[in-house]
């Protein structure tokens, strides 16, 4: 619509003015569309670093399930390819990764959600523009300052009660990433309690119930939606968590459910390879694409399923 | 029947009011206790990293390269290469996510590219890290043959932090009132002029706090640098973008996996180095959303 106006000469002004303008927008219009073209671009980035995920993991995935049936990769019990003899049983990694996502839900998304139920119902202003900030700052510690401290603190406290515990266990992994994902599951949850309307909560106390039966009865009830899908999106933040595990849950891949044990998550072998010096094209280093590949897939279906979940439960009002 | 039917997915209160509200009084400590609980331990972790690393701080910390003796270790490397690949990082990520940002808010048409576009983008914000260092291997170090050097870091940093910077972007380009593009529009401009004149200085302000918590975000990247070969001993600072280098939080990572208590101590002052860059930019990021929130 600017170009339509910009290319109509004004009214009342002379020949050559009008042309000049003409001649004007001409080249306007070539550089509105050359900067539209730009920008597409910078949006297309994007599409592109997903179809290079995408294309290297499975390309070089292709090189590995070449040598190894993906039967075995999936099904296997036992993880040693960094040593003969070499077995690529994927189960002990993955199990390794859901002992430590289990063991930060079990603290995460109790404390997450009771959080975000104090910070949107009960908080007064004061504490809440306090709590906030806090909260955002244990978003943003670096994910190896979780390690370190789950290696030189929550360790020793964990061997102080149970002795036997190894130097590196899954529990005191599973802790500092729960701890790491509270702010995500309290501040998604508490605009889920927001984005419930005022009208239900009134409905509730008119009919003589509490605070505290609006909020359990109604309230929550009402932004479950919500709720669920942030617990997913932290769940698959958990498994995707690297330097923490790496540095506090060991790199024992073995079939576990004792977090007091040592164990290897998916990600955590994949840093360990690209530590050592794994010759490029061998078998031993296309098993981190392979690793990769399922680890991508399983915390993009979660997100996936999280976005569904929020679309086609989610209580629509008015 | 009927009645039946009508109560049956009913609740029915407890008829003792005070029990009732005890059990609401009980409800909120609980949910304060476990607010609080975010709060202590962030407290605890800062508190016993200040104890163990607070010794090590030193002008000679900053200034001394590894070393095998953790007495006369520093993070000089590190600190150059953070700061080296940060500024790299944001040359890269800054017009690619502000144009995407400008793209999908100011021209993308509603159709089946721009809902792909804007779904993918909020997928790869979920994409662990360590994902996109398996990508930054691949294609940077290797098809590209960037090697194991700060573009090859800095263009795997950009990439992961892209989503943020665009989302970020978004919201700022947004909040500039529509009459604003109107009145542009409206004298003869074109749209890019409206959107160079007066769009994006209103939006600025928005667009530069979130591309700072999108760069403090990359300051504390380990993972993808670690698969991109990021070295964890160096004892020389990068010169030029093709060089080798490491980065504060590999360094503290290298630090804090070995045994010996003489490195833990190390780790735990490199982290007050790292937490104290991050807080200053979060800092800025906040002041700088203050300042834009009384203009409007």
Sequence with gaps: MAEAVAASPAPGAGEPVGASTLALSRARRWRERGIRGALLACGLVSILTTVGIVAVLVWESIGFFREVSPWEFLTGTQWTPLFKPQHFGVLPLVCGSLLVAVGASLIALPVGLASAIYLAEYAPERVRKTLKPVLEILAGIPTVVYGYFALTFITPVIREVFPSTGVFNAASAAIVVGVMIIPMVASLSEDALYAVPRHLREASYGLGATKYETITRVVVPAALSGIIASFILAISRAIGETMAVTLAAGATPKLTVNPLESIQTMTAYIVQVSLGDTPFGTIEYKTIFAVGLLLFMITLAMNILSRIILRRFREVYE | ?296
């Excluded at chain 2, 940060?86 to 990520?93: E, I, M, Q, R, W």
């Excluded at chain 2, 996510?97 to 721009?114: H, K, M, Q, S």
């Excluded at chain 2, 780790?267 to 180095?273: C, H, L, Q, R, T």
């Design chain 2, 1 to 296: 029947m009927s009645a039946d039917a009508a109560t049956a997915g009913a609740v029915e209160f407890d008829v003792r009011l005070p029990r009732r509200r005890l059990w609401g009084h009980v409800f909120v400590w609980v949910c304060f206790a476990a607010t609080s609980l975010a709060v202590l331990l962030l407290a605890v972790l800062l508190i016993d990293i200040l104890r163990q690393g607070a010794g090590r701080l030193s002008l000679g910390f900053l200034d001394s390269f590894p070393s095998r003796f953790p007495e006369r270790a520093g993070i000089k490397s590190a600190l150059y290469g953070t700061v080296w690949t940060v500024g790299f990082t944001g040359l890269l990520s800054f017009p690619l996510g502000v144009g995407a940002a400008i793209y999908l808010e100011e021209y993308a048409p509603r159709n089946l590219l721009t809902r792909v576009i804007q779904t993918n983008i909020a997928n790869l914000a979920g994409v662990p890290s360590i994902v996109y260092g398996v990508l930054g291997l691949a294609v940077f170090v290797r098809a590209m043959a960037l090697g194991r050097s700060v573009v090859a870091g800095a263009a795997t940093l950009a990439l992961l932090i892209l989503p943020v910077v665009i989302i970020s972007s978004q919201e700022a380009i947004r909040a500039v009132p529509p009459s604003i593009r109107e009145a542009g529009l409206g004298v003869g401009a074109t749209q890019w002029q409206t959107l160079q004149r007066l769009v994006l200085p209103i939006a600025f302000p928005g667009i530069l706090t979130g591309m700072i918590l999108a760069l403090s975000r990359a300051i504390g990247e380990t993972a993808p640098l670690i698969m991109i070969g990021a070295l964890t001993f160096i004892a020389f600072t990068p010169n030029t973008p093709l060089d080798e280098f490491t980065v504060l939080p590999i360094q503290i990572f290298n630090w804090a996996a070995r045994p010996q208590a003489g490195f833990h101590e190390l780790a735990a002052a490199g982290i007050i180095v790292l937490l104290a860059a991050l807080l200053s930019m979060n800092a800025l990021a906040i002041i700088l959303r203050n300042k834009l929130r009384k203009q409007i």
